[in-house]
C-alpha cells in the first residue's frame, strides 16, 4: 500500500522558518513535488524533485528562499523554508509520480499519489 505522510506544518511569524518532511512507503517514485492551497485558491505547485536525474524546480514565488531536498535511504522527501511570508499560508501537500511523464514535472496531473496535507500558517 502506497503512502505519503506529511509533519511539521505549524503555525510562525513572519520571517520565520519551517520544515516540512513527507514519508513514503509502498514503492519507488520517479518524481515528488510539494503543492499547497490557500483558503478559497486553487492548488499551486510549489517545488518539485526528480528522483534520479536530482533535478529540482520551484515556483517563482519561493525561488531563493524553499529548498527542496530528499533521502534517498529513507525515501523521504523535504522542503525547507525559511523567510516565511503570510502569503505562503495554506495546506501543504506532498505528491509523488510512478514515472515522471515529462520535465519540468510541476503539474498535478503528473503525480499519482497524494498526502493528507499539513497545515502551514504565517501570521505577520
Known amino acids: 500500500q502506497v503512502q505519503l505522510v506529511e509533519s511539521g506544518g505549524g503555525l510562525v511569524q513572519a520571517g520565520d522558518s519551517l520544515r516540512l518532511s513527507c514519508e513514503a512507503s509502498?514503492?519507488?517514485?520517479?518524481?515528488f513535488a510539494w503543492f499547497r492551497q490557500a483558503s478559497g485558491k486553487e492548488r499551486e505547485f510549489v517545488a518539485a524533485s526528480t528522483w534520479r536525474l536530482s533535478t529540482r524546480f520551484y515556483a517563482d514565488s519561493v525561488k531563493g528562499r524553499f529548498t527542496i531536498s530528499r533521502d534517498n535511504v529513507k525515501n523521504t522527501l523535504s522542503l525547507q523554508m525559511n523567510s516565511l511570508k503570510p502569503e505562503d499560508t495554506g495546506v501543504y501537500y506532498c505528491?509523488?509520480?510512478?514515472?515522471?511523464?515529462?520535465?519540468?514535472?510541476?503539474?498535478?496531473?503528473?503525480?499519482?499519489?497524494w498526502g493528507q496535507g499539513t497545515q502551514v500558517t504565517v501570521s505577520s
Open positions: 505528491a509523488a509520480a510512478v514515472a515522471t511523464s515529462r520535465l519540468p514535472p510541476t503539474g498535478e496531473d503528473q503525480f499519482d499519489y
Open positions: 509502498g514503492r519507488t517514485f520517479g518524481s
